[in-house]
């Protein structure tokens, strides 16, 4: 068998493209659109690009766009001022603070101090809460795991009843996502296992997966022996091997290996999404679609 394949950056220009479309509309009727602000501190070259095409992706939907770069010797008390500068103003959505911050800021304090009802990464405790609880509760949904089920909805998987196996229990993808897969409603309502390093026995788990998400960050970890004929695999893993010369632009570029061994496995799962190109063009798609929603929240839209 060869896998269909999942493919995040077609299905991130799907959204995208929804996206822009409800962002046209909700400006023509009510005259606002979505606000986002990001915060950078420090000058982190992984953190500046991702920051970059933060910036690329909400321009291209139309969204207001505020871009606070700070020193990264700013004082904590500074940066827990700014976030409730951007609490409070009317024309922001969404306040996402790049992470890892410098040394001498507390991260939990900062990210709490963020309004839950402008927390579009979905981390602040009472968003994990709305998560857990489910349903009508859920404001923002964190923006991996999200991408996760909306690439499971959209490759035509069936979730409900369906045995879901997750590796790994981060609180930014694996714990997520298992309580997303478990909830009542579309794209869940699954039985869902969590697997992880106290695990005895992760073949045995893995085999029994209609559907396996797999976020351990380990290269190739996931063997073809391990996937059910047929299975749906998420591999959320972006693991750096080594370096290449890129023949587009002639610069060393990062080779980045999944936590599946995908060429094997592509040949017993039912589909599989590819590294690069899988889950990982899904991250800020979602981001843009929480910060949307905020807008909507405030209007009375949902
Ligand atoms: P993490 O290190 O916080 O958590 C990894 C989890 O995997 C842990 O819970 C651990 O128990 C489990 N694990 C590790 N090795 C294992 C093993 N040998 N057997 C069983 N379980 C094992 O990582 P994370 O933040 O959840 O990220 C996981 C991977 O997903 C990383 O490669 C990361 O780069 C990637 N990631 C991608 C995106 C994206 O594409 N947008 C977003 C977040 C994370």
Redesign the pocket.
């Known amino acids: 068998m060869t896998a269909k394949l999942i493919k995040g950056t077609e299905i991130r220009e799907q959204i995208l493209d929804e996206i822009a479309a409800e962002v046209e509309e909700i400006k023509a009727k009510h005259g606002v659109v979505p606000g986002l602000v990001t915060i950078l501190v420090g000058e982190n070259p992984a953190s500046i690009s991702y920051v970059t095409l933060k910036i690329k992706t909400a321009h291209r939907l139309g969204f207001k766009e505020v871009q606070d770069n700070q020193s990264d010797d700013i004082p904590e008390a500074d940066l827990l001022a700014l976030i409730d500068k951007y609490n409070n103003d009317d024309s922001i959505n969404g306040i996402l603070v790049q992470l890892p911050l410098p040394k001498h800021i507390d991260d939990k304090k900062v990210l709490n101090a963020i309004d839950p009802d402008k927390d579009v990464d979905g981390f602040h405790p009472v968003n994990v809460g709305r998560l857990m609880i489910g349903g009508d509760e859920v404001k923002f949904p964190p923006c ?1 795991p999200a991408g996760i089920q909306e690439m499971i909805i959209r490759s035509g998987t069936e979730t409900k009843g369906a045995e879901v196996v997750v ?4 609180n ?3 714990k997520p996502i298992a309580n997303m897969m478990l909830q009542k409603g579309m794209g869940a309502n699954s039985t869902v296992t969590i ?3 106290g ?1 005895k026995d ?1 073949k045995a788990h893995c085999l029994r997966a209609d559907i396996l998400i797999v ?4 290269p190739g ?1 996931v063997k073809p022996e391990w996937i059910k004929s047929g299975a749906c695999v998420i591999d ?4 750096r091997v080594g370096e290449k010369v890129s023949e587009k632009t002639g610069k060393k570029i990062a080779i980045l290996k999944g ?1 599946v061994d995908f060429d094997a496995a592509k040949e017993i799962a039912g589909a599989i999404t590819p590294v690069p190109g899988g ?2 063009p ?2 800020i798609t979602m981001l843009m679609k929480n910060t949307l929603k905020s807008l909507k929240f405030k209007l009375g839209l949902m």
């Open positions: 991996t590796v790994g229990r981060s930014i993808v694996g697997v992880h390093t695990t992760l976020a351990a960050g380990v970890l959320v893993g972006v693991n936590d889950v990982g899904m991250t």
